[in-house]
């Protein structure tokens, strides 16, 4: 035990206190003490005084041990309990010992009052420790479970988006040998039936990088230009069919900088701008999507507004799984909102959508700003 103790005594009897004070100044404790007699006074220290370890007489004119213990164990159970009494039965201890007290202390024998403290502080901390050190198994054997039930999912539906892709390349391959006299038209097609295969193929590589990217490199946190990254991620999805048929617009609110990782937000945000275009309403002859940023000193607000198609609400819980397709339209490998999910947790964020199919879509993410540089765990 290092610093004072703070210890609180359930006790109606003043020279009783002081003989256990006594006792333990004997043994050189260093410690501070408060003592109570009511249940009232006994729930205010509980909340305000934060004992290290309690001593309570049994038998007080409005209030008992027993009493006392309860509620210690349904407020405080790490705080160590102690009685200290006259003559008891030795059935009464022992039943004060099975609901949870450490030790009972005869006032007849005080001295042995020091040693049963330390021991059950010890006690108490080494149990904390138990507490804690299963705590973080658990969490370690739910996290690889996690991990092993997705890689299996992983593995079976990735295997299945590359072959499938690769399969219609080298059979659009042999049509077109077969069907080489049919002239330059024919060719043409065969290429361009072709090349949507392989970029097929490309962007579930893509994906895949991301993901294992997010997995194993560390968040770098540093200043994000957000007009230039909105630009950027423009700029970069300007070519996939519908671009410009879609107005976009862009609203950014910032009076402080702003400091997470511009590489995995260009990733999230790539990834619900061209969701936006790819599922764009094609029966309206406007369509839209509206971007608002507001930044502020703890976190920065990204809203994506558009009027696609949108997600039925039996799909909206499942939005997040990976490989999941909400719609028919869905060519991909069903990985990009699965990847902006565990982005957004890698960042200590958190994302939610709602959505009204064929009138509006809203996508939510927060972001803590951590105004730091350089590298950190994530």
Known sequence: MQGKLKILMLEDVEEDALLADRAMQREKMIFTRIRVDTRSEFTAALNDFHPDVILSDHALPQFN????????????????????????????????????????????????????????????????????????LRQQNDELSKINKELDSFVYSVSHNLRSPLSSVLGLVNIARLDREKGPETTDQYFRMIETSVLKLDKTLHEILDYSQNARTEVERREVDLDDLVTQCFEQQ????????????????????????????????????????????????????????????????????DNGIGIDEEHLPQIFNMFFRATERSDGAGLGLYIVKEMISRLKGTIAISSTPFLETLVTFTIPNTQCRGKVAG
Do not use: W
């Open 65 to 136: 041990s027993i009493d006392a213990l309860e509620i210690c164990k349904r407020r405080k159970p790490q705080i160590p309990f102690i009685l200290v009494t006259g003559a008891v039965s030795e059935e009464f201890a022992v039943n004060c010992l099975k609901r949870g007290a450490n030790d009972y202390i005869l006032k007849t024998n005080l001295s042995r009052l020091p040693m049963a403290i330390k021991y059950a502080i010890r006690q108490h901390k080494y149990e904390s420790e138990r507490i804690r050190n299963e705590e973080m």
């Open 238 to 305: 300007k070519y996939i069919p519908g671009f410009s048929e879609v107005d976009k617009s862009v609203e950014i609110l910032q009076d402080v900088p702003f400091y997470s990782d511009a590489h995995r937000l260009s990733i999230i945000l790539n990834n619900l701008i061209a969701n936006a275009i790819r599922y764009r309403d094609l029966s309206k002859s406007s369509q839209f999507l509206k971007i608002v940023l507001k930044v502020e000193s703890e976190s920065a607000t990204f809203n994506l507004l």
